[in-house]
C-alpha cells in the first residue's frame, strides 16, 4: 500500500513538473529588435508566448539605439529573438555573443534570406520576406513547444491568409502604377517600389542622405530640374529623416503637384505591420 501511495506521488511530481515546465516555457518572452515584427511573430504565437518589441517608437532610430542594461538582460533570457540583420539592428549581435545564444536568434536577413551585408536592410516593405520570416517563427516555435505545433500551424496559415490581401492589393496598384517614376530621400522603399513596378531615378542620392553624407550639388540639380519638369511621378519621404535639402525638395515637389508619399521605418504605436502596410498601399491607390 505505502508502494502504491509512493507511486502515485511520484506520479503526481512528474506530472506537476511537466506543466510547471510547459507554463514556464510558454511564458518566456519573444523579443524583436523593432515593432515592425511584432505583429508577425504574435500572429503565430498567439497567447501560447508573450511577445515585446525591443524598439517601439518611431522616434527611436534602430541603428543609432543602444541598449540598457535591462534590454540587455532581457535579451539574455529569451527563447527567441527576432531581428531585421544586415546592418539595421546590428546591437542585438553583441548581447547574443556574449551570452553564446547564437541559436535563440533569428535574423531575417542572415537566417532567413541568406542576404549578405551591403544589401538592402528595409526587407520589411517586401511583403513576401514578412511571409517568409513568418514561417521560420512556426518551423522554430513548433520545433520549440512540438505539444502546441498544430496551433502554431493554424495562426501561421490564418495569418499568411492576411498577408496575401496585401499581395493581392500590390498586383491590383501595379496595374496603375507600373513604369512609373520616383525620387526617394533614402532606400527605405526599394523592395515596395519594385514590387509596384515604380523606377526609383535617383539611387546615389538616396544612398548619400542614407549614410549620412552630404549629396552632389549635382545630384540635388538634377532632382530639382527633374520635380520642375515633372519627370517623375512621386517623392518618397522618409519623415524620421530630414534636412535642409530634404525639406527644399519638398517644397519643390508641391509646388509642382508631384505627389508626396510620407514613409516611417518603424511603426507608430499601436499599428501592426498589415495596417502599417495596407496604408501605404493606399497611399499609392489614390
Not at 517600389?193 to 550639388?217: M, Y
Not at 517623392?235 to 529623416?241: E, G, R, S, T, Y
Not at 517644397?251 to 502596410?277: C, D, F, H, Q, W
Request: hydrophobic content about 35%.
Amino acid at each position: 500500500m505505502k508502494r502504491k501511495k509512493y507511486l502515485i506521488g511520484i506520479l503526481f511530481l512528474a506530472a506537476f513538473l511537466l506543466v510547471a515546465c510547459n507554463r514556464t516555457s510558454t511564458e518566456k518572452k519573444i523579443l524583436t529588435t523593432t515593432n515592425t515584427y511584432y505583429e508577425p511573430v504574435k500572429s503565430i504565437v498567439g497567447k501560447k508566448y508573450e511577445v515585446e518589441p525591443i524598439i517601439k517608437s518611431t522616434s527611436v532610430d534602430p541603428h543609432d539605439f543602444k541598449p540598457t542594461t535591462k534590454v540587455s538582460k532581457q535579451i539574455a533570457g529569451a527563447p527567441l529573438v527576432v531581428a531585421n540583420g544586415l546592418g539595421y539592428d546590428d546591437w542585438v549581435n553583441d548581447i547574443v555573443e556574449a551570452n553564446n545564444m547564437q541559436d535563440s536568434k533569428l535574423s531575417l536577413g542572415e537566417d532567413v534570406l541568406h542576404q549578405k551585408q551591403g544589401s538592402n536592410e528595409h526587407l520589411w516593405f517586401k511583403v513576401d520576406n514578412v511571409k517568409k520570416l513568418s514561417k521560420s517563427v512556426y518551423e522554430r516555435v513548433s520545433e520549440s513547444d512540438k505539444l502546441n505545433k498544430k496551433t502554431y500551424k493554424r495562426n501561421y496559415q490564418a495569418y499568411i491568409k492576411k498577408l496575401d490581401k496585401l499581395t493581392d492589393k500590390e498586383q491590383q496598384i501595379r496595374q496603375t502604377t507600373n513604369g512609373k517614376k520616383a525620387y526617394i530621400t533614402e532606400p527605405l522603399p526599394y523592395y515596395l517600389l519594385q514590387d509596384l513596378g515604380i523606377k526609383v531615378q535617383d539611387s546615389h542620392f538616396a544612398k548619400a542622405i542614407e549614410d549620412g553624407t552630404d549629396p552632389s550639388i549635382k545630384d540635388v540639380q538634377e532632382i530639382q530640374t527633374g520635380l520642375k519638369d515633372n519627370k517623375v511621378d512621386y517623392l518618397v519621404v522618409n519623415k524620421q529623416v530630414t534636412s535642409g535639402v530634404i525639406k527644399k525638395l519638398v517644397k519643390t515637389a508641391k509646388e509642382n503637384n508631384v505627389k508626396i508619399i510620407y514613409l516611417t521605418e518603424t511603426l507608430p504605436r499601436s499599428v501592426g505591420y498589415y495596417k502599417y502596410m495596407n496604408d501605404i498601399l493606399d497611399k499609392f491607390a489614390n
